[in-house]
């Protein structure tokens, strides 16, 4: 047995909706804009535990004297410049994919961090950055003490 389903009007004139806002945004980003050397991102993977948190971003190809990091407001920004190679300027490129140009990426850390013990370690293409919470941000034990009891006997007046 087969099923009918009733056709909706509102249904076609939504695809047609989604195929405009498909061209539209298409439309205004051109279609090299996702490989302009100044458009790229850096992917990061940002990390809390209970003492400090841990940013981790992809940097390959970069040295690390080419990297700024700065820490200011509980704002962490890291700025950089991978630079272009000048010793193939004259062949004949048939793909170029690689990226080159400045960069940079700023977080805000929801929590104050202690600026003096910031760590950073750039290993195979990857920076790990080390920020250890502050203590009035680590979380703390409040212990609760117990009121004692106090037995009371009740005297009833029987008149």
């Known amino acids: 047995m087969s099923n009918l389903t009733r056709w909706n009007p509102m249904d076609e004139m939504l695809t047609l909706r989604n195929a405009m806002d498909r061209l539209f945004d298409n439309a205004f980003v051109g279609p090299n804009q996702a490989w302009r050397p100044d458009a790229f991102g850096v992917a990061v993977d940002v990390i809390e535990d209970p003492e400090a948190f841990v940013v981790k971003a992809s940097l390959p190809g970069i040295k690390p004297e080419d990297l700024e990091i700065t820490y200011n407001n509980n704002v962490l920004t890291v ?3 991978i630079k272009e190679e000048t010793d193939v300027e004259k062949a004949r490129y048939h793909l170029r994919e690689r990226r080159y140009g400045s960069f940079t990426r700023s977080f805000s850390m929801p929590t104050p961090v202690n600026v003096d013990t910031i760590k950073a370690d750039y290993e195979q293409g990857v920076l790990t950055l080390t920020l250890p919470k502050a203590e009035e ?23």
């Open 137 to 159: 941000a680590k979380p703390k034990r409040i212990p609760v003490h117990g009121a004692k009891m106090i037995e009371a006997k009740i005297a009833s007046n029987k008149n």
């Open 79 to 81: 700025k950089g410049e």
